[in-house]
Antibody, heavy 116, light 107 residues
Framework: QVQLVESGGGLVKPGGSLRLSCAAS????????MAWIRQAPGKGLEWVAF????????HYADSVKGRFTISRDNDKRSVYLQMNSLRDEDTAVYYC?????????WGQGILVTVSS | EIVLTQSPGTLSLSPGDRATLSCRAS???????LAWFRQNRGQAPRLLIS???TRATGIPDRFSGSGSGTDFTLTISRLEPEDFAVYYC????????FGQGTKVEIK
């Protein structure tokens, strides 16, 4: 069965960096776009970035462009989100999700807290 | 950017009731690329409907989606306990945007 497991979250100071990972299993990873979506405490969903199966297409939300980098390693069946210059407003639960019809499988989410 | 406005903000209903949720786009959604998700408290969202009206795998037929262009509707024919949750629409016809959500609560 399809599984997505995020890791790498935690507490970081404003201006700091963090790298999230998402390990996938149960499907042919390289065939699928993957995405990161976040949800601030008590708020709605906001898409962050997505990446095509072979890295040919990468897109970012304006709110993270220039600060976050999405990447993937198809051999390791993993997708990553490098987050730099973190701000208070980046505090959220970050979900990775498989893009199919769309977003048909989601991980359980990982909390990132940006606070001094 | 396409803005999605969901209404109402909160819907207070009883188990067995019919729920009608609206998602209105600021401009036409290309190819009716409009999806609906349900998010139960403390859980990740779950895909219910794609392409405005196609139920996702494993989604019961009490869920139905309709609409085109700028106006879309999610209907739940008979509310089950697990349906008391927050619902989001997503358009992916031009970039991606989520609506702000509709909470369906127990009356």
């Amino acid at each position: 069965q399809v599984q997505l497991v995020e890791s790498g979250g935690g507490l970081v100071k404003p201006g700091g960096s963090l790298r999230l990972s998402c390990a996938a299993s149960g499907f042919k990873f390289s065939d699928y776009y993957m995405a990161w979506i976040r949800q601030a405490p008590g708020k709605g969903l906001e898409w962050v970035a997505f990446i095509s199966g072979l890295d040919s297409a990468i897109h970012y939300a304006d709110s993270v462009k220039g600060r976050f980098t999405i990447s993937r390693d198809n051999d390791k069946r993993s997708v990553y989100l490098q987050m730099n210059s973190l701000r208070d407003e980046d505090t959220a639960v970050y979900y990775c999700a498989r893009w199919s019809q769309p977003l048909d499988y989601w991980g359980q989410g990982i909390l990132v807290t940006v606070s001094s | 950017e396409i803005v999605l406005t969901q209404s109402p903000g909160t819907l207070s209903l009883s188990p067995g009731d019919r729920a009608t949720l609206s998602c209105r786009a600021s401009q036409s959604v290309a190819n009716n690329y409009l999806a609906w998700f349900r998010q139960n408290r403390g859980q990740a969202p779950r895909l219910l409907i794609s392409g405005a009206s196609t139920r996702a795998t494993g989604i019961p037929d009490r869920f139905s989606g309709s609409g085109s262009g700028t106006d879309f509707t999610l209907t739940i024919s008979r509310l089950e306990p697990e349906d008391f949750a927050v619902y989001y629409c997503l358009q992916h016809g031009f970039s991606w945007t989520f609506g702000q959500g509709t909470k369906v609560e127990i009356k």
